[in-house]
């Protein structure tokens, strides 16, 4: 667990007033749903009759109704209105259906989340929408970007086996720098956390080539964040063994930063004007423990915590909240991802078999070693069988001096908290899991030329 530490040189506080959120749920039919037929399937879902009153709609703005609920189980009310259907972004479009693109209404809902329960409230909005409208094709999260397909409704949010998760809430994004600046770095950034009351993460200057290592210690910050422990401007948080990393104002970052640099004060002013509505949220810049510098004190990215993970002599801790959530994705997938190894290995063709025991890999826990601590390590899968799985270890444990890397294990398939998949460039989790069945028989179409996929691993 992540431990939080004050810093006598820190000042002020930061300011998390939760912002809020926005979905737009597209409805397919000429006629639109009606404010009756809205109210009615809502009382439906929930089982009783639901406080609502009419708003004022903005007919200028194709708005057909507006109404203002209050739903057993969220806190706050939230607005709800049926308009017109506008043009999507590019990006939106990418992830619709062309059933959802044409679509010609779409119902709106704005809330504030709970933010002791945001989990729970998303997940219970998304179930509402999807639930209680089953003619709604796909629902689009107005923070995040992201779009919720048909399937992903029914699977994640109305399923009887569903559950909340914080991975919903939220989303990091890669930010590239302005025309003629540095392409060798990146900014990481969270966006969602606002409406969290937390602020939005970022770490600036990240080589490229070590953006992924440096994800893992975003993620395991939003855990500890999201579970209640918020350091003060300065404060510093130990996210492993031996790794601490600091949190700091943009305002005592930014000025070191090369103007066409992503993260510049330059840059931060052009993409607000993009309507990159996160960098008008407060946020924190993830930065080493202590400045850098003889003379000129410089925050700067935790270059030697990102090293370690880097080279696998880091044991970065996760929270208990974060394991559960991360369990949780990994054993709702885990048909997708045993049938896409399953049907790699079931070929017989060597090549295929060779990259099916190297791409696929899940995270365990391994026996308590040193001092108790369980450690959670990634092992590339050999075998499945039923609820048992073959794995190898790929590193070193660091609590388990009697394994190492090569060993043979055998875990349980409900031990596994995560999995990953490096396949034709792309790297597959839980998220996606429903495009890893299409990747690998994308794979065994390939000719057999002698270039059967294997070259297109991990």
């Known amino acids: 667990m992540a431990e939080a530490q004050a810093n006598d040189d820190a000042e ?16 397919p039919h000429e006629d639109a749903c009606t404010r009756a037929e809205f109210i009615a399937a809502v009382e439906a879902w929930v089982g009783g009759d639901i406080e609502h009153e009419a708003v004022e709609s903005e007919e200028d703005r194709g708005e057909l109704w507006a109404i203002r609920l209050q739903v057993p189980g969220i806190e706050s009310g939230m607005v ?18 062309e059933d959802g693109i044409e679509a010609p209404w779409v119902i709106r809902l704005q809330l504030i989340l709970a933010t002791e329960d945001a989990a729970e409230e998303y997940f219970m909005v998304m179930g509402l929408l999807g639930g209680s409208l089953p003619d709604i094709i796909a629902v689009l999260d107005v923070v995040t970007g992201e779009v919720s397909s048909r399937e992903q409704l029914e699977h994640e949010f109305i399923a009887e086996a569903a559950t909340p998760t914080d991975r919903p809430l939220w989303k990091m994004a890669r930010y590239g720098p302005l025309p003629g600046g540095n392409e060798a ?19 600036d200057e990240v080589p490229v080539d070590l953006a992924d290592q440096a994800s893992v210690i975003i993620f395991s910050l939003v855990g500890t964040l999201l579970g209640g ?32 640099t992503a993260g510049s004060a330059a840059w931060r002013a052009q993409v607000r004007q993009q309507g990159f509505e996160e960098f008008g949220m407060e946020r924190a810049v993830i930065c080493a423990a202590q400045p850098e510098g003889q003379y000129t004190k410089v925050w700067s990215w935790p270059r030697d ?42 070929t017989g063709v060597p090549r295929w078999v060779e990259l099916a025991r190297k791409a696929f890999v899940v995270q365990a826990p391994l026996d308590a070693g040193e001092a108790g601590r369980v450690e959670h390590s990634w092992m590339a899968v050999q075998a499945i069988d039923h609820d048992h799985v073959r794995v190898k270890v790929l590193e070193q444990p660091a ?12 875990v349980t398939r409900q031990s596994v908290a995560d999995w990953r998949v490096q396949l034709i460039g792309f790297m597959f989790d839980p998220e996606v899991s429903e495009q890893l069945l299409k990747a690998v028989d994308k794979i065994r179409d390939l000719p057999m030329d002698g270039n059967d996929g294997a070259d297109h691993g991990a």
């Open 399 to 410: 609590t388990r001096a009697d394994l190492k890397p090569g060993d043979l294990l055998t």
């Open 229 to 260: 422990d918020v350091p003060q401007p300065g404060g510093r948080i130990t996210i492993g063994d031996e790794l601490t990393v600091s949190l700091q104002r943009v305002e005592d970052v930014v000025r070191f930063i090369e103007p066409t």
């Open 12 to 27: 002020g506080e930061w300011n998390l007033e939760p912002q809020e959120s926005g979905f737009v749920a597209f409805w």
């Open 305 to 346: 915590v990102v090293d370690r993970i880097a080279s696998d002599r880091a044991v970065v801790y996760m929270s208990e909240r974060w394991l559960q959530n991360a369990g949780r994705r990994a054993q709702a997938t885990w048909p997708s991802f045993a049938m896409a190894f399953t049907n790699l290995i079931r």
């Open 80 to 97: 709800v209105w049926c308009e017109r259907a506008s043009e999507l972004s590019p990006r939106d479009q990418e992830q619709i259906s």
């Open 185 to 203: 770095c990146v900014m990481l950034g969270t966006q969602g956390l606002a409406r969290c009351g937390l602020p939005e993460l970022e770490m």
